[in-house]
């Protein structure tokens, strides 16, 4: 089965190791010590976790859950706003995730979106493609 550290799952749940540590250390994710001394976590266990933890975080800004049916959300920062006459384009940079997003010029003004604010990308797809790493 595989395993990974306390950094890559850091890394594959979008938060830092300090905050996965103390996960951790507070019984959150159950974690084991290799032969060296490091703390390493299932992968099955990991998996389950970052369900539980994408379930638990879906909160808008009152407090409520998002009323929509697009649960692939990207929590992130907006790299770069470019208006067109009537489409526009604009990057956020999630993580390690950057994604783009065409949209029309009236819904990047209405939204008031601009460089160095927050947004959030969510993601709704027909096909989804995986690769093993």
């Known amino acids: 089965m595989q395993q990974y550290t306390i ?5 594959l749940l979008g938060v830092s190791p300090d905050t ?6 507070a019984g959150r994710i159950a974690t084991h010590r290799d032969e060296s ?6 992968g099955r266990d990991l998996a389950a976790f970052s369900v539980a933890l994408a379930r638990s975080g879906a909160v ?4 409520e859950e998002p009323r929509t049916s697009v ?6 920062i907006v790299t770069a706003v470019r208006l067109g006459d009537v489409a526009a384009q604009v ?3 999630a993580g390690p995730h950057r994604l783009v997003s065409l ?10 979106l601009e460089v160095g604010m ?4 969510r993601v709704k797809a027909t096909s989804v493609h995986i690769d093993r790493v």
């Open 7 to 11: 950094g890559q799952a850091a890394r």
């Open 20 to 25: 996965a540590r103390r996960w951790a250390d």
């Open 37 to 42: 001394g490091r703390r390493l976590i299932d």
């Open 60 to 63: 808008d800004e009152d407090g």
């Open 71 to 76: 649960r692939n959300a990207f929590p992130g």
């Open 91 to 93: 990057e956020i940079q």
């Open 103 to 112: 949209l029309t010029r009236e819904a990047v003004e209405d939204l008031g």
């Open 118 to 121: 927050e947004a959030t990308a």
